[in-house]
């Protein structure tokens, strides 16, 4: 007899909610729900990977050590004995900061990781803790840190009640928005369109957002900031600044204003290559509206992404459209984020200490992670002599995966939480395989924090864990418990009554105490929201439209908004460097790099899912025709696109949706590395995009890689027939990737 579970899909940051019909301890169907008050029935493709996910027999189940090249099981609590053990000995022979952390961004959509997984990951007393943080969304929370007085506050547009919706560098169509949790992002930028807003992206591609925006207009990759201060000119140059009801605890209007006067459209345009005219009209139209600025990818992972960043606030900030409606918002989640981050020791701060070797600055407790190599192959005090990763694939998603990949074979010992045997974690000595989405509770206490509406929604699991099955948090705390507890170190008896309460307690008990100490918990008059209300409530809660939430959210020593902080403005010298560099006209030829991603693929994961990778190849390199032109590349022809880091080999796929100057590779690909067991992802060709990217090529103030407008060169190796489905040297790709 079948039975239908309803839960959030955990693939992605929408949080969609679905359906999924069982019959026995097997997946019937997934589809979307359509009583999800937040996603309405909408789901992407990916969420019917869950099911595939949860039965992939290349899944591990059981704890893998790793013999020489082969690899055997062992029962839990060896291998916890092991691992202790061992990072035991490597923290007493060389100290606490030889031993370095790694969390990939599933961590965000992980209740257990989120509460337990930080008890162990984060009290290990090391310096060097590392994060996708780094390769992701870092610039936004440096800005809103320094803003705003906590990292965590980083506001996401009201896009339900915005008119005008200016996306610079992001492809919500694909990512179902991106520190902005919205479910069918498709449905809600029309919305804006059928009101009678616009929509309006700013990107070297035309993305599928593009596509379906009023407006697209291109731009150099990497003068994001450049176009935003000329933006901010024109503001302040036609009167146009209206900061509004936040004015009053806005600090800095003056200071923005004088140093945006040296960015006039005319100065910057031959730099960003967006004409004077186009820059006029995107700041009188976003001035004037009841819209919104709004920046991802493309604006945090390049060379100036720290100050992108800082100015997609800021411009909100100028026009009025921060804490109002259709602007730039607050969420008020169920559970209050920056409590449970300080309940389990995340404290963000910015530059406390800086990594050993080039000095990066560290930020909420993590060093960036284009240096995670160089700290691992260069000698001395402090180097990384053993690591742990949980959740993450850093040989396929950091810069110069190439490196890191050789620096972890000569580590003293590597651990890894992780359900795969994939390119990274093929380095461990011990893995430690955790349960799949499906087998344990879920809330998305950071993702809810982020969303464009105040929702709720708990699931708990839909399949019991087997008695030889561990949880990631059950994994965390016994490894906490036995190396991080007075007493509890190897062999020792007194941690093991903390063990056994730790893990009795459990995260649905924190779950519980955040929830009722919320802001939609317990009061006076007020039952509030608790896990069994929300178990009564399968579908999930709607708590609301966003709220104008200042002064009182800000947490800065004084409760106002720093608009131009310190650090910021200190590095506008570098930016006015590059100005001058790239207004000179470009060498022949030259061309950048930048990234790109696909609805049915979620970075370097779900590729072992053979319904989402099945169709015409994707890792291709798109091209603009004039480029190829002058390359001698046709359609489907085999390239080799190199740079200083690296280089690999694959199709070109020639294209006017990228400007002229750009080629484009996603990222995540490239599964043909000795030892990885993923026979799907193994057998779909591609490269990794990081095996070209640059650990050196980074935003010097944020610390964080700069994936957007690396220098590469492009060569044509060979002409392949192309596929009826499009740009398709699937096979001889694959065959040329392992000939190299």
Same mark, same amino acid.
């Given at each position: 007899m /079948?039975?239908t579970?309803?839960?959030s899909?955990?693939?992605c940051e929408?949080t969609?909610?679905?359906?999924i019909?069982v019959e026995?301890d097997?997946v019937?169907?997934?589809?979307? +729900?359509d009583?999800?008050?937040?996603?309405q029935?909408?789901?992407?493709?990916?969420?019917?990977?869950?099911?595939?996910?949860?039965?992939?027999?290349?899944?591990?189940?059981?704890?893998m050590?790793?013999?020489?090249?082969s690899?055997?099981e062992?029962?839990? +609590? +060896?291998?916890?004995?092991?691992?202790?053990?061992r990072l035991?000995?490597?923290r007493?022979?060389?100290?606490?900061d030889?031993i370095?952390?790694?969390?990939g961004n599933?961590?965000a959509?992980?209740?257990?990781l989120?509460?337990y997984?930080?008890?162990?990951l984060?009290?290990?007393?090391?310096?060097?803790?590392?994060?996708?943080? =780094?390769?992701?969304?870092?610039?936004?929370?440096l800005?809103a840190?320094l803003?705003?007085g906590d990292?965590?506050?980083?506001?996401?547009?009201?896009?339900?009640r915005?008119?005008?919706?200016?996306?610079?560098?992001?492809n919500?169509?694909v990512?179902n928005?991106s520190i902005m949790t919205a479910p069918?992002?498709?449905?809600r930028?029309?919305a804006?369109?059928?009101?009678?807003g616009?929509?309006?992206?700013?990107?070297p591609?035309?993305?599928? #957002?593009a596509?379906?925006?009023d407006?697209?207009?291109?731009?150099?990759?990497? #003068?994001?900031?450049?176009?935003l201060? =000329?933006?901010?000119?024109?503001?302040?140059?036609?009167?146009l600044?209206?900061?509004g009801?936040?004015?009053?605890?806005?600090?800095?209007?003056d200071?923005?204003?004088a140093?945006?006067?040296d960015?006039?459209?005319?100065?910057?345009?031959?730099?960003t290559g967006?004409?004077a005219?186009d820059?006029?009209t995107?700041?009188?139209?976003l001035a004037?509206?009841?819209?919104?600025a709004?920046?991802?990818?493309g604006?945090?992972t390049?060379?100036?992404?720290g100050?992108?960043?800082?100015?997609?606030?800021?411009?909100?900030?100028?026009c009025g459209?921060? +804490?109002?409606?259709?602007?730039?918002?607050?969420?008020?989640?169920a559970?209050?984020?920056?409590m449970?981050?300080?309940?389990? *020791?995340f404290?963000?701060?910015?530059?406390?200490?800086?990594?050993?070797?080039?000095?990066l600055?560290?930020?909420?407790?993590e060093?960036?992670?284009?240096?995670?190599?160089?700290?691992?192959?260069?000698e001395?005090?402090?180097?990384?002599?053993a690591?742990?990763?949980?959740a993450? $694939?850093?040989?396929?998603?950091?810069?110069?995966?190439?490196?890191?990949?050789?620096?972890?074979?000569?580590?003293?010992f590597m651990v890894?939480?992780?359900?795969y045997?994939n390119?990274?974690?093929r380095?461990?000595?011990?893995?430690?395989?955790?349960?799949?989405p499906?087998?344990?509770?879920?809330?998305d206490?950071?993702?809810? =924090?982020?969303s464009?509406? $105040?929702?709720?929604?708990?699931?708990?699991?839909?399949?019991?864990?087997q008695?030889?099955?561990?949880?990631d948090?059950e994994?965390?705390?016994?490894?906490?418990?036995r190396?991080?507890?007075?007493?509890?170190?190897v062999?020792r008896?007194?941690?093991?009554p903390?063990?056994?309460?730790?893990?009795?307690?459990g995260p649905?008990?924190?779950?519980?105490?955040?929830?009722r100490?919320?802001?939609? *918990?317990?009061?006076?008059?007020?039952?509030?929201?608790?896990?069994a209300k929300?178990?009564?409530a399968?579908?999930g809660?709607?708590?609301?439209?966003?709220?104008?939430?200042l002064?009182?959210?800000?947490?800065?020593p004084?409760?106002r908004?720093?608009?131009?902080?310190?650090?910021?403005?200190?590095?506008?010298?570098?930016?006015r460097?590059?100005?001058?560099?790239? /207004?000179?006209?470009?060498?022949?030829?030259?061309?950048?790099?930048?990234?790109?991603?696909?609805?049915?693929?979620?970075?370097?994961?779900c590729?072992? /899912?053979?319904?989402?990778?099945?169709g015409?190849?994707?890792?291709?390199?798109?091209?603009h025709?004039?480029d190829a032109g002058?390359?001698?590349?046709?359609?489907?022809d085999?390239?080799d696109?190199?740079?200083r880091?690296?280089?690999?080999?694959?199709?070109a796929?020639v294209?006017?949706?990228?400007?002229?100057?750009?080629?484009?590779?996603?990222?995540g690909?490239g599964?043909?590395?000795a030892?990885?067991?993923?026979?799907?992802?193994a057998?779909v060709?591609?490269?990794?995009a $990081?095996?070209?990217?640059?650990?050196?090529?980074?935003?010097?103030l944020?610390?964080?890689?700069?994936l957007?407008?690396?220098?590469?060169?492009?060569?044509?190796?060979?002409?392949?027939?192309? /596929?009826?489905?499009?740009?398709?040297?699937?096979?001889?790709?694959?065959r040329?990737?392992?000939?190299r």
């Amino acid at each position: 007899m /079948s039975r239908t579970h309803y839960r959030s899909c955990t693939l992605c940051e929408a949080t969609c909610g679905v359906a999924i019909e069982v019959e026995g301890d097997r997946v019937v169907s997934i589809r979307g +729900d359509d009583a999800d008050p937040f996603s309405q029935g909408y789901i992407c493709p990916k969420a019917t990977a869950l099911a595939d996910l949860h039965d992939d027999p290349d899944r591990l189940r059981r704890p893998m050590v790793r013999e020489g090249t082969s690899w055997r099981e062992l029962d839990w +609590d +060896d291998a916890f004995a092991l691992v202790a053990r061992r990072l035991q000995q490597v923290r007493d022979d060389h100290g606490k900061d030889a031993i370095a952390v790694y969390q990939g961004n599933p961590t965000a959509h992980n209740l257990g990781l989120l509460t337990y997984g930080q008890l162990f990951l984060r009290k290990l007393g090391t310096r060097n803790c590392f994060s996708a943080t =780094s390769v992701d969304q870092l610039p936004h929370m440096l800005a809103a840190q320094l803003m705003f007085g906590d990292g965590i506050l980083m506001p996401v547009p009201d896009v339900d009640r915005a008119d005008y919706f200016l996306c610079i560098g992001g492809n919500p169509l694909v990512s179902n928005g991106s520190i902005m949790t919205a479910p069918d992002m498709r449905r809600r930028l029309k919305a804006i369109q059928a009101r009678g807003g616009k929509v309006v992206v700013v990107d070297p591609r035309r993305t599928e #957002t593009a596509a379906l925006a009023d407006r697209h207009v291109f731009i150099r990759p990497g #003068t994001d900031a450049l176009l935003l201060l =000329s933006m901010l000119q024109v503001i302040f140059a036609e009167d146009l600044a209206r900061p509004g009801r936040a004015a009053a605890w806005v600090d800095g209007l003056d200071r923005l204003r004088a140093i945006a006067a040296d960015f006039a459209p005319e100065v910057t345009a031959a730099a960003t290559g967006v004409a004077a005219d186009d820059v006029r009209t995107l700041a009188r139209e976003l001035a004037g509206s009841r819209g919104v600025a709004y920046g991802r990818m493309g604006v945090c992972t390049q060379e100036l992404g720290g100050l992108a960043a800082w100015l997609v606030y800021a411009v909100n900030v100028a026009c009025g459209r921060l +804490d109002e409606p259709g602007g730039a918002m607050w969420t008020t989640p169920a559970v209050d984020l920056r409590m449970l981050a300080k309940l389990v *020791g995340f404290e963000l701060g910015f530059g406390r200490w800086r990594s050993r070797v080039r000095g990066l600055p560290e930020f909420g407790g993590e060093l960036p992670v284009v240096a995670l190599a160089e700290e691992i192959e260069t000698e001395g005090p402090g180097q990384i002599r053993a690591l742990v990763t949980c959740a993450g $694939n850093p040989v396929l998603s950091t810069p110069n995966g190439a490196r890191l990949d050789r620096a972890l074979a000569g580590l003293d010992f590597m651990v890894a939480i992780d359900p795969y045997l994939n390119e990274t974690t093929r380095h461990a000595d011990v893995i430690l395989p955790p349960t799949m989405p499906l087998e344990r509770a879920h809330y998305d206490v950071a993702l809810a =924090s982020f969303s464009v509406r $105040n929702v709720a929604k708990y699931s708990p699991p839909l399949f019991a864990r087997q008695p030889d099955q561990r949880h990631d948090w059950e994994i965390a705390a016994e490894l906490w418990s036995r190396l991080c507890v007075p007493g509890g170190a190897v062999g020792r008896l007194a941690g093991r009554p903390a063990r056994a309460a730790l893990l009795k307690l459990g995260p649905e008990a924190v779950l519980d105490l955040a929830l009722r100490a919320g802001p939609h *918990g317990l009061r006076k008059g007020r039952a509030g929201l608790t896990v069994a209300k929300l178990r009564a409530a399968p579908h999930g809660v709607d708590l609301g439209a966003l709220e104008p939430r200042l002064p009182d959210i800000l947490g800065t020593p004084d409760r106002r908004v720093a608009l131009v902080p310190d650090a910021f403005a200190a590095d506008l010298p570098r930016l006015r460097a590059r100005l001058a560099t790239w /207004s000179r006209p470009a060498a022949d030829g030259a061309l950048v790099l930048i990234g790109r991603r696909h609805l049915r693929s979620n970075n370097s994961w779900c590729h072992n /899912s053979q319904r989402l990778v099945k169709g015409k190849p994707r890792c291709t390199l798109l091209i603009h025709p004039r480029d190829a032109g002058a390359r001698g590349i046709t359609d489907g022809d085999l390239v080799d696109l190199g740079s200083r880091a690296g280089k690999v080999r694959v199709p070109a796929e020639v294209s006017d949706e990228i400007m002229p100057g750009v080629v484009s590779l996603p990222h995540g690909w490239g599964h043909d590395k000795a030892g990885a067991r993923l026979q799907v992802a193994a057998a779909v060709p591609g490269a990794s995009a $990081n095996d070209v990217t640059d650990e050196a090529f980074f935003d010097t103030l944020s610390g964080t890689a700069a994936l957007s407008g690396v220098a590469v060169e492009v060569v044509r190796v060979a002409t392949v027939q192309p /596929s009826p489905g499009g740009a398709g040297a699937a096979a001889a790709t694959a065959r040329a990737d392992r000939e190299r």
